[in-house]
C-alpha cells in the first residue's frame, strides 16, 4: 500500500437494514450489516453509530425602537440530544472478495423523545454503519433515518 493510499477509506461498503420500519422505545434496534470489500484491510471494529438530533424553529414579531412597522424574526436551532457509538464486531482482518451479512441488535437510550415532525419542531433517529479501520479513513456507509415510536 502507498503513502496516497493511507489518505483514502479502504475499498469496501456497508449496508445498514433495519428489520422493520417503525421502532419502539421499549424495544431494541434490530437489523444486519452487509459488509463486503474488495481490498485487504485490517479494521479495528465494525460499529453502528446512532443519533438523535432535535431542530426547532421560533418566530416572533417585534416592533424595534422607532420604528412604526413590526418585524418578524425567526431563530432556528439544532441541537444533539443523543450520540453513540455501538460496536457489533470486534476487530477483523478483511480480504479482496470478502462478502458476509452480520446482525446486530442495539439498545434504545433512555430519556430520549421518540421521532416527531412539526412545523416548527422535529426530532429525528438517525443511524450508519461504520467500519473503523485504523491509520486510514474509516469505512462509513449511508446515513438511514429511523422512526422512533413510544
Given at each position: 500500500m502507498g503513502f496516497l493510499d493511507r489518505?483514502?477509506?479502504?475499498?469496501?461498503?456497508?449496508?445498514v437494514q433495519l428489520d422493520k420500519d417503525t421502532f419502539s422505545l421499549r424495544e431494541p434496534l434490530t437489523g444486519r450489516a452487509n459488509i463486503s470489500s474488495s481490498e485487504e484491510f485490517d479494521s479495528n471494529e465494525?460499529?453502528?453509530e446512532l443519533?438523535?438530533?432535535?431542530?426547532?424553529?421560533?418566530?416572533?414579531?417585534?416592533t424595534p425602537t422607532g420604528q412604526q412597522q413590526p418585524v418578524s424574526v425567526t431563530a432556528q436551532q439544532t441541537?444533539?440530544?443523543?450520540?453513540s457509538k455501538n460496536p457489533f464486531v470486534g476487530a477483523q482482518h478483511f480480504t479482496a472478495g470478502f462478502n458476509n451479512t452480520v446482525p446486530f441488535?442495539?439498545?434504545?437510550?433512555?430519556?430520549?423523545?421518540?421521532?416527531?415532525?412539526?412545523?416548527?419542531?422535529?426530532?429525528?433517529?438517525?443511524?450508519?454503519?461504520?467500519i473503523a479501520v485504523k491509520g486510514r479513513p474509516d469505512v462509513t456507509g449511508y446515513n438511514t433515518e429511523v422512526t422512533v415510536t413510544y
Open positions: 489518505l483514502k477509506s479502504p475499498k469496501a461498503t456497508i449496508v465494525t460499529r453502528i443519533w438523535v438530533t432535535e431542530w426547532t424553529k421560533a418566530t416572533e414579531t417585534i441541537t444533539t440530544l443523543h450520540s441488535t442495539i439498545r434504545l437510550p433512555s430519556g430520549v423523545p421518540p421521532s416527531y415532525r412539526g412545523q416548527n419542531a422535529r426530532t429525528t433517529w438517525t443511524l450508519k454503519g461504520v
